[in-house]
């Protein structure tokens, strides 16, 4: 089986000061873990991926995520927030299954950034 | 690099209509998923070929629904007869590795049923 939990569907911080986004995974097998984001009527963007290298995982936009394994989780991490990171951001985990790809989406953090 | 292509952007029509939504994945991807997105259910994948192939169109909502991709180039979504509960972003993406392969994702089709 293979689920997505993102803990927070609304965060709010104020424009310099970090932001940290939750998720976490379960997966029966080693899966690839993404974030993804999505600015107001656009696609989605992505942001970082981790696919079994560094547990560090350095993205986009000065965001950068951590795997650890241990606590299944998938954290979404950036020093300094900036008010153009205001959107919605989906955490990712993919994997195959019975030799085909299985994606599955979080439902999604709204990141609010207050000037 | 030109990325998934979708069209149309916006589409507006009357319920009881035949809609068709169009996607072209990157060149050289051999999977492509359809998704619809809406504010009260999030993210919905639709259906999800491989190679051309269909592998899990367990999403699709009901017959009113259809996928096809007849070659790699191309794939169409299409809603007959179309209901205003349809409404949504439908979201086409490509991806070319099974194993750890990210998904790119088209702009969106922004369907109205009125």
């Known amino acids: 089986a293979q689920s997505v939990t993102q803990l927070d569907s609304h965060v709010s911080v104020s424009e310099g000061t970090p932001v940290l986004l939750r998720c976490n995974y379960s997966?029966?097998?080693?899966?690839?873990l993404f974030w993804y984001v999505q600015h107001p009527n656009k696609g989605l963007q992505l942001l970082l991926k981790y696919t079994s290298a560094a547990t560090l995982v350095k993205g986009i936009n000065g965001f950068e995520a951590e795997f650890k394994k241990s606590e299944t989780s998938f954290h979404l991490t950036k020093p300094s927030a900036h008010m153009s990171d205001a959107a919605e951001y989906f955490c990712v985990v993919s994997g195959l299954r019975r030799g085909y790809q299985k994606v599955t989406f979080g439902t999604g953090t709204k990141l609010q950034v207050i000037p | 690099d030109a990325g998934v292509i979708q069209s149309p952007r916006h589409e507006v029509t009357e319920m009881g209509q035949e809609v068709t939504l169009r996607c072209k994945p990157i060149?050289?991807?051999?999977?492509l998923f359809w998704y619809r997105q809406t504010m009260m259910r999030g993210l919905e994948l639709l259906i999800y070929?491989?190679?051309?192939?269909?592998?899990?169109d367990s999403g699709m909502p009901e017959d009113r629904f259809s996928a096809k991709m007849p070659n790699a180039s191309f794939s169409t979504l299409k809603i007959q007869p179309s209901e205003p509960r349809d409404s949504a972003v439908y979201f086409c993406?490509?991806?070319?590795?099974?194993?750890?392969?990210?998904?790119?994702f088209g702009e969106g089709s922004r369907l109205t049923v009125l």
């Open positions: 060149s050289g991807h051999n999977s």
């Open positions: 993406a490509s991806s070319w590795d099974r194993v750890t392969g990210e998904l790119f």
């Open positions: 997966s029966s097998y080693s899966p690839s």
């Open positions: 070929f491989n190679n051309n192939v269909p592998i899990d």
